[in-house]
């Protein structure tokens, strides 16, 4: 009877093992930023901001995790803004890796996207 209950004590520690053994996703970088790749996070971050069409340098998601993006204001001749004040929130977007694949996450509303064609890094 004691020889069962370690057998079965040990096998519920060894599962306990494998289920702690995920690491989660950390923060990350591009390794390299060409054309496909800003298509894709444009594209992504399209569909999770609800933007039409969102413009991105060739250096965002190069050196830092966090991007933010705002909507583009629009003004009139004399600079002030059309609609009046702006109270909508800048949308901020991490890229994050488990080592193997490359995430593009909302944080305001935390959706998360597969990349496939972005490759990335720990930062």
């Given at each position: 009877?004691?020889?069962?209950?370690?057998?079965?004590?040990?096998?519920?520690?060894?599962?306990?093992?494998?289920?702690?053994?995920?690491?989660?996703?950390?923060?990350?970088?591009?390794?390299?930023?060409?054309h496909v790749v800003m298509q894709e996070l444009g594209a992504a971050i399209s569909s999770m901001s609800g933007f039409s069409?969102?413009?991105?340098?060739?250096?965002?998601?190069?050196?830092?995790?966090?991007?933010?993006?705002?909507?583009?204001?629009?003004?009139?001749?004399?600079?002030?803004?059309?609609?009046?004040?702006?109270?909508?929130?800048?949308?901020?977007?991490?890229?994050?890796?488990?080592?193997?694949?490359?995430?593009?996450?909302?944080?305001?509303?935390?959706?998360?996207?597969?990349?496939?064609?972005?490759?990335?890094?720990?930062?």
């Amino acid at each position: 009877m004691r020889y069962q209950l370690t057998f079965a004590a040990s096998i519920l520690m060894l599962s306990a093992c494998q289920f702690t053994a995920a690491s989660p996703d950390k923060a990350a970088v591009l390794l390299a930023s060409d054309h496909v790749v800003m298509q894709e996070l444009g594209a992504a971050i399209s569909s999770m901001s609800g933007f039409s069409e969102v413009t991105l340098s060739a250096s965002d998601f190069m050196q830092s995790s966090e991007v933010i993006i705002e909507r583009k204001h629009q003004t009139n001749q004399h600079g002030e803004l059309i609609q009046g004040r702006d109270l909508e929130i800048p949308h901020r977007f991490r890229l994050e890796t488990n080592g193997t694949q490359c995430w593009l996450v909302h944080l305001n509303s935390s959706k998360r996207y597969l990349l496939n064609k972005a490759r990335c890094r720990v930062k």
